[in-house]
């Protein structure tokens, strides 16, 4: 049975926005706080062997950069996993190897996390993110979470998110303050 693990960049208020578009003009944040050791960081966090579970949205970006960045271990990993993607459109999946979960997503879902294989990770996709954890389909949670209040942008987890329980597992420290939060999703919060 495979993991599934959400791994999200998110500033200290939750946002997780990062593209610059008209209604959010702080799309590079990240970037001042990036170094060689944070991203060996996050390539140890995803591990060697993984798959990507992902909206549409989050495969059509990634879809237009990573197959052109280059040889790197982070580029190199997610070029090589295979793309699970919630969509409507699956003839137009062009990066792969990929594959649509088909048109019941959580029934798509349910029927990968029983098969042999690796953790599947979700990145972006907040939208599924939401759904995963109210469906208690994720087994642990890595918030890498940056020094930064951006007041505005989309936000990890919205009002609408059912309360929920995480239990602490580790924390990491870069030099630049992104601190690597690991929790264990516990399940619904009880009163």
Aim: proline residues 5%; glycine residues 10%; contains cysteine.
């Amino acid at each position: 049975m495979r993991k599934i693990k959400i791994m999200e960049h998110i500033s200290l208020d939750g946002v997780m926005q990062h593209e610059n578009d008209e209604s959010f003009a702080h799309g590079n944040w990240t970037t001042p706080y990036r170094t060689p050791a944070g991203l060996a960081a996050v390539v140890e966090a995803y591990g060697s062997s993984f798959d990507l579970l992902l909206g549409r949205r989050t495969y059509d970006a990634w879809a237009e950069f990573w197959p052109k960045a280059g040889d790197s271990p982070m580029a190199n990993g997610l070029n090589a996993a295979t793309k699970y993607v919630a969509t409507h459109r699956p003839g137009s999946l062009q990066w792969g190897p990929v594959q649509d979960l088909g048109a019941d997503i959580l029934a798509g879902i349910r029927a990968l996390q029983a098969t042999d294989g690796p953790d599947l990770l979700v990145c972006g996709s907040s939208t599924l993110t939401t759904v995963l954890l109210e469906q208690g389909l994720v087994d642990e949670v890595v918030l890498l979470v940056y020094p930064v209040l951006l007041g505005r942008g989309k936000r990890l987890f919205s009002d609408r998110a059912d309360p929920r329980e995480l239990a602490f597992v580790s924390s990491q420290a870069t030099s630049t303050g992104v601190l690597l939060n690991t929790y264990r999703h516990v399940g619904a919060l009880q009163p």
